[in-house]
């Protein structure tokens, strides 16, 4: 039998993978080992909630709320699902998700892997077709969830673009295409060009989206990396967590 160290690897995998079904497994298997396991159980409730089992998921959030109170995670997820029925979450995973497939209009679109990444448990609530938030920082581009939790950041040659286009007045949304343990990668769209841009495109179009290519090994540490802009503005809000 696999250490729970080991297993909860594999049940990230999972999640990042968007297999719900091994993600459920895995985590059944951390809590035979250790049935107050707080993070297996918000684990196992995402793999359930994604799954279109509410019920389920309300119950481990709030067996997880009997043992701590206070645990940011559950309690953010149950106030969240307390008014979804299975019907109106696949609905919503389903708009989202066709958002970000029609997004592939030359010049108006590019696909990019963020770098300086969070944790492997933070990537992991990411879904395809989920959309994500750009803030503009000074020299860099942070990458956020909805709730304001920091993802990653673009590369530098991309930052520097859009800073200026949104600068300029341009709106963009951005839109995850695919997550894996160490590689985000996500489609960003221009929603809106300026008069100040009218006649220039946000991306070349070249034929071919320009491509950002993930490392080829994991990382051996889960230890995130901010930029220094965003890594002030994570000391300023003081409001972030691994685990959504």
């Given at each position: 039998?696999?250490?729970?160290?080991?297993?909860?690897?594999?049940?990230?995998?999972?999640?990042?993978?968007?297999?719900?079904?091994?993600?459920?497994a895995?985590?059944?298997?951390?809590?035979?080992?250790?049935?107050?396991?707080?993070?297996?159980?918000?684990?196992?409730?995402?793999?359930?909630?994604?799954?279109?089992k509410?019920?389920?998921?309300?119950?481990?959030?709030?067996?997880?709320?009997?043992?701590?109170?206070?645990?940011?995670?559950?309690?953010?997820?149950?106030?969240?699902?307390?008014?979804?029925?299975?019907?109106?979450?696949?609905?919503?995973?389903?708009?989202?998700l066709?958002?970000?497939?029609?997004?592939?209009?030359?010049?108006?679109?590019?696909?990019?892997?963020?770098?300086?990444?969070?944790?492997?448990?933070?990537?992991?609530?990411?879904?395809?077709?989920?959309?994500?938030?750009?803030?503009?920082?000074?020299?860099?581009?942070?990458?956020?969830?909805?709730?304001?939790?920091?993802?990653?950041?673009?590369?530098?040659?991309?930052?520097?673009?859009?800073?200026?286009?949104?600068?300029?007045?341009?709106?963009?949304?951005?839109?995850?295409?695919?997550?894996?343990?160490?590689c985000?990668q996500?489609?960003?769209?221009?929603?809106?060009?300026?008069?100040?841009?009218?006649?220039?495109?946000?991306?070349?179009?070249?034929?071919?989206?320009?491509?950002?290519?993930?490392?080829?090994?994991?990382?051996?540490?889960?230890?995130?990396?901010?930029p220094?802009?965003?890594?002030?503005?994570?000391?300023?809000?003081?409001?972030?967590?691994?685990?959504?």
């Amino acid at each position: 039998m696999d250490d729970v160290f080991s297993l909860a690897q594999k049940a990230i995998e999972e999640a990042l993978s968007s297999n719900w079904e091994g993600a459920i497994a895995k985590n059944q298997e951390i809590l035979l080992q250790n049935p107050n396991d707080l993070e297996a159980k918000n684990r196992l409730a995402k793999a359930y909630l994604e799954s279109g089992k509410i019920e389920i998921a309300k119950k481990l959030y709030r067996e997880v709320l009997e043992i701590d109170p206070y645990n940011q995670i559950a309690l953010k997820n149950l106030k969240r699902v307390e008014g979804l029925n299975g019907n109106d979450h696949n609905k919503n995973n389903n708009h989202q998700l066709n958002s970000a497939v029609f997004l592939s209009e030359p010049g108006k679109t590019k696909l990019v892997n963020l770098v300086h990444l969070a944790t492997p448990q933070s990537l992991s609530s990411l879904s395809p077709g989920k959309q994500l938030i750009l803030q503009a920082k000074k020299h860099t581009i942070c990458v956020l969830d909805q709730d304001g939790q920091y993802i990653g950041a673009l590369p530098d040659d991309i930052s520097h673009l859009l800073i200026s286009l949104m600068a300029g007045g341009n709106l963009y949304e951005t839109y995850v295409k695919k997550a894996s343990a160490n590689c985000l990668q996500v489609i960003i769209w221009e929603k809106y060009r300026s008069k100040r841009f009218i006649s220039q495109p946000s991306f070349l179009p070249n034929g071919k989206i320009n491509y950002y290519p993930c490392p080829k090994e994991e990382t051996k540490s889960n230890e995130q990396i901010l930029p220094p802009e965003c890594e002030e503005e994570l000391i300023e809000e003081e409001n972030w967590s691994i685990w959504k």
